[in-house]
Nanobody
Framework: QVQVVESGGGLVQAGGSLRLSCAAS????????MDWYRQAPGNERELVAL???????NYADSVKGRFTISRDNAKNTVYLQMNSLKPEDTAVYYC????????WGQGTQVTVSS
């Protein structure tokens, strides 16, 4: 059974930092590109960052230079380091991977106060 579990969300002031983690189990983690998405109230879910099996990364323009995605294949975990947070970063953040099937985590809430 595949499980994808995010953690690390919370409430932070603007300018602060948070580090999200996503642990996957029951799946060949190292063979999958890993994505972070987010969804704010009233908005569609959007891709924030991704990291390929080879470590190539890509970011949404809105987070470039502030967020860093990384992965530890030995721990089946992907991370999202978020610095210089802004109120507009407030959203539920989801981890996603696709390996024959699609898998989403339950999400973790990030709230940035002004």
């Amino acid at each position: 059974q595949v499980q994808v579990v995010e953690s690390g969300g919370g409430l932070v002031q603007a300018g602060g930092s948070l580090r999200l983690s996503c642990a996957a189990s029951g799946i060949a983690f190292s063979f999958s590109t890993m994505d972070w998405y987010r969804q704010a109230p009233g908005n569609e879910r959007e891709l924030v960052a991704l990291i390929t099996t080879g470590g190539i990364t890509n970011y949404a323009d809105s987070v470039k230079g502030r967020f860093t995605i990384s992965r530890d294949n030995a721990k089946n975990t992907v991370y999202l380091q978020m610095n210089s947070l802004k109120p507009e970063d407030t959203a539920v953040y989801y981890c996603y991977l696709k390996l024959w099937n699609e898998y989403w985590g339950q999400g973790t809430q990030v709230t940035v106060s002004s």
